[in-house]
T-cell receptor
Framework: GAVVSQHPSRVICKSGTSVKIECRSL??????MFWYRQFPKKSLMLMAT?????????EQGVEKDKFLINHASLTLSTLTVTSAHPEDSSFYIC???????????FGNGTRLTVT | DQQVKQNSPSLSVQEGRISILNCDYT??????FLWYKKYPAEGPTFLIS?????DKNEDGRFTVFLNKSAKHLSLHIVPSQPGDSAVYFC??????????????FGKGTLLTVNP
């Protein structure tokens, strides 16, 4: 079945540094990728939608300059958390779909801890 | 404002019995609903979905019921098996054709099936 690989699974970084999270579709071309964030005991919240070759669409309240999303190919999207702060500590998860009528396939998520 | 609500954070059932997971939504524009299952350290995996033009969809041991007037849906698992123990997320979206675009998730319900 379709697999989405997300890397790294865990990362600890110091405040002020930047962290890049990769999301790859392994056996299908992901025309659309989504990035979610989940705080403890909260829902998965959509942060942004990225389409290959175009700028990401961010949800209201999500800072596009802080959460840089690049979807340069049909199999790879990256989320870069720039100048990370402790309040950015969260669980980030990506999902991908080949067509908008296909089930979303999720990565395993990245646990980011900013110290 | 949480548009998709799963009011039970956890549910425990005996193996072989029925598991009923509930979900309520507030946005009347939602017309496609999905259930995802999530094991620890893994991303959510698609389980079953239902369009608002239906009130029931069945796939093996899993059945989803939709009550549009009550803005309520439920997932029935029968018979429940220990391997069903996981967090179940209810999700909703709007858009014709069953698009998975921009899912809104509930907080999830942890199901534990006891042998």
């Amino acid at each position: 079945g379709a697999v989405v690989s997300q890397h790294p699974s865990r990362v600890i970084c110091k405040s002020g540094t930047s962290v890049k999270i990769e999301c790859r579709s392994l056996d299908f071309q992901a025309t659309t990728m989504f990035w979610y964030r989940q705080f403890p005991k909260k829902s998965l919240m959509l942060m942004a939608t990225s389409n290959e070759g175009s700028k990401a669409t961010y949800e209201q309240g999500v800072e596009k300059d802080k959460f840089l999303i690049n979807h340069a190919s049909l199999t790879l999207s990256t989320l870069t958390v720039t100048s990370a702060h402790p309040e950015d500590s969260s669980f980030y998860i990506c999902s991908a779909t080949g067509t908008l009528n296909s089930p979303l396939h999720f990565g395993n998520g990245t646990r980011l801890t900013v110290t | 404002d949480q548009q998709v609500k799963q009011n039970s954070p956890s549910l425990s059932v005996q193996e072989g019995r029925i598991s009923i997971l509930n979900c309520d939504y507030t946005n009347s524009m939602f017309d496609y609903f999905l259930w995802y299952k999530k094991y620890p350290a893994e991303g959510p995996t698609f389980l079953i979905s239902i369009s608002s033009i239906k009130d029931k969809n069945e796939d093996g041991r899993f059945t989803v019921f939709l009550n549009k007037s009550a803005k309520h849906l439920s997932l029935h698992i029968v018979p429940s098996q220990p391997g069903d123990s996981a967090v179940y997320f209810c999700a909703a979206t709007q858009g014709s054709g069953g698009s998975n675009y921009k899912l809104t998730f509930g907080k999830g319900t942890l199901l534990t099936v006891n042998p």
